[in-house]
């Protein structure tokens, strides 16, 4: 007999999963969407010259020598050095920035003979990695809730996430630790759940392609260690059919695959360690206070620009009212996961996302610091976030209520407002030059387009107010005019050297060159209060 209703039910209940999918194609269409359209940004530029081979003081040496050069020979500090190996860009790493772990450095190295060096190609391996991670999404969603709605929905909010995608499109480790992130989490699982040395071998195998990612992936390793921790004391039957284990068993399992990681990663360690001091001084941000109110604010932008991301000022009204109902959202994601998840599921989300937070935030509350207001480094505690955000749809979706507060429609809604969003932030990056999260060369296109109305100018380039002109030079050498003549100066710059022309220009320039300027009866305006450019009169 013809059942209209039972129709109609089993038609519903197959739209969302259709509705996630072609969700999750379109976050995958626009990881590849305006690859080439942004700056290529100051770390981007530091990215390729250590793949290349390069090391700063090899430019330093060849360029700050009161010279006129031209943009083009900048560039060829953004191709592979001739006659250079793997080992270059190691000893580059290992002398200037040994913070830095090498493996996407290396793979980017392979990829140059590959792609070749143009931004695209710079770009579309982060891409390519980014995609890996979204069956892994799926997959630990599975693993820890044993539904296909609630994996398709964190697959969905990975693969539409403002973040994540430009992580995806920036040349940097950025999408690799995103995936090793989760592959650890899900391997971690599957380890406690089997108890079998090969399930321990490949978590610990992870950890090592972790480590030799980024050496923030330490905190998803401290993380998981207390996870386990928390579990062998009261194991939970949710992981494991096996009889109940002492803590000594479990932890020993934890700790050998920990410890075969750490051995395997001591080459860069020890590396490391003999040049601590440049990794403390290539790593000290700025030495301006900030207030926990603008802590706070950096925290909110970070993980909510997880689900929404108009690209608006961190301070602005706008972004504030637009990011307040998502700050809602998660907490009561994480407060749903509290209450109606079993204990090892709640443990692992809530650790997950606590405890590298913490670990980032609780000195800079307690020193002034702001390393937890950089979103890359918090990248260990995102997943966990989009997975309790998922849970709270899935869960509320599936309730099958009818109410205005908290019924199946009324969530079913939401989420598609919460997509719909997400989509238009990403389509708002897609066509936008630079955003907050390429700082100091965000202005770099009003830069270049300011000074490409002008190809007979001189631009005058030292180190800069605050070191980053060597980054930012390069990066707007992609754009600039060839006839703009750079003039390159060292720490004591002889003016009587500048050439002559209808207009000469000072990018960021350091205190020494701007009392040299005066000195000689010059007078520094800036150009724009928004740009680091300045003209001389």
Known sequence: MFHPQKILKKIRLQILPLFLILAIVVGVAFRFVALDGKVYGYDEVYTTLRVSGYTTKEFTQEFYQNRIVSSVDLLKYQQVKPGSTPLDTLNSLATEAPQLSPLYFLLARAWMFLGGHSILAFRLLPVLISLIS???????????????????????????????????????????????????????????????????????????????????FGLTIIGHGAYILLLSIQPPSSFSRQKKFPVSILLFEFLAAIAISIIAFSPWLIILINNFQQAITTTN????????????????????????????????????????????????????????????????????????????????????????????????????????????????I????????????????????????????????ANSESGWYQAPSQEIPKIYRYLNQYPSATLIVDQGLDDTNLGNIIALSYQLNPKIKLWMVNAQPNLLLLPVGPKIFALNPSQELRQTIITKNYELEPVDQQTQLWELK
């Open 134 to 216: 979204l069956p892994l999404m799926y997959l630990l969603a599975w693993e820890l809730f044993q539904s296909s709605q609630t994996a398709l929905l964190a697959t969905a909010f990975l693969a539409l996430s403002p973040l994540d995608i430009v992580f995806a499109q920036t040349a940097r480790p950025y999408s690799l630790f995103t995936l090793m992130v989760i592959a650890s989490s899900y391997c971690l699982l599957k380890a406690i759940h089997w108890r079998h040395p090969l399930f321990w071998g490949g978590y610990s195998l992870v950890c090592i392609l972790g480590l030799y990612t980024h050496l923030l």
């Open 398 to 429: 599936q309730n099958n209520k009818i109410s205005l507060i908290d019924g199946e429609i009324l969530w079913r809604g939401l989420l598609a407002t919460v997509l719909t969003l997400s989509i238009i932030s990403i389509s708002v990056s």
């Open 285 to 396: 941000g700025s030495e301006n206070p900030i207030t926990l109110l603008q802590l706070s604010h950096l925290w909110i932008r970070n993980f909510t620009a997880l689900f929404v991301d108009m690209n608006f000022n961190v301070n602005s009204i706008q972004s504030n009212l637009l990011r307040l109902p998502f700050v809602v959202i998660i907490g009561a994601a994480l407060y749903q996961i509290s209450l109606q998840t079993y204990q090892p599921i709640r443990l692992f989300i809530w650790i997950s996302f606590i405890i590298p937070f913490l670990i980032l935030a609780l000195p800079d509350v307690l020193l002034g610091g702001e390393q937890s207001g950089v979103a890359s480094f918090l990248i260990p505690s995102f997943p966990a976030i989009q997975l309790a955000v998922a849970y709270l749809f899935s869960t509320h």
